[in-house]
């Protein structure tokens, strides 16, 4: 294995120790001003959604009260977990593919 890659995983091994931390998801701290991030957004389910601002919201008072979840809550987040890069594949696909039309 190469030197980039041994160093990417660790790297990528710190982000998910810390975003589970605080019981958020990799996807959830993506920029929303992405064209691409905000219509995956708007076609994602109602319950996904809910469920991304409620890990936001959680994020964000324990990231006010210098505070961090419980290790058994935290061993059971994951980090890693996909749920917008499929939409965002497809619409940045739909939006290149526009972009030649023009």
């Given at each position: 294995?190469?030197?980039?890659?041994?160093?990417?995983?660790?790297?990528?091994?710190?982000?998910?120790?810390?975003?589970?931390?605080?019981?958020l998801r990799?996807?959830?701290?993506?920029?929303?001003?992405?064209?691409?991030?905000?219509?995956?957004?708007?076609?994602?389910?109602?319950?996904?959604?809910?469920?991304?601002?409620?890990?936001?919201?959680?994020?964000?008072?324990?990231?006010?009260k210098h505070?961090?979840?419980?290790?058994?809550?935290?061993?059971?987040?994951?980090?890693?977990?996909?749920?917008?890069?499929?939409?965002?594949?497809?619409?940045?696909?739909?939006?290149?593919?526009?972009?030649?039309?023009?």
């Amino acid at each position: 294995m190469s030197l980039l890659k041994t160093v990417a995983k660790m790297y990528q091994k710190t982000v998910h120790k810390s975003l589970a931390q605080y019981g958020l998801r990799y996807e959830d701290i993506l920029i929303a001003e992405n064209p691409d991030l905000s219509r995956a957004l708007d076609y994602l389910p109602k319950e996904e959604v809910n469920a991304r601002q409620r890990r936001i919201r959680r994020a964000v008072d324990l990231s006010f009260k210098h505070e961090y979840l419980p290790k058994e809550i935290e061993s059971v987040q994951e980090p890693g977990k996909v749920y917008l890069e499929p939409l965002m594949e497809e619409f940045k696909k739909i939006r290149e593919e526009k972009e030649l039309l023009k």
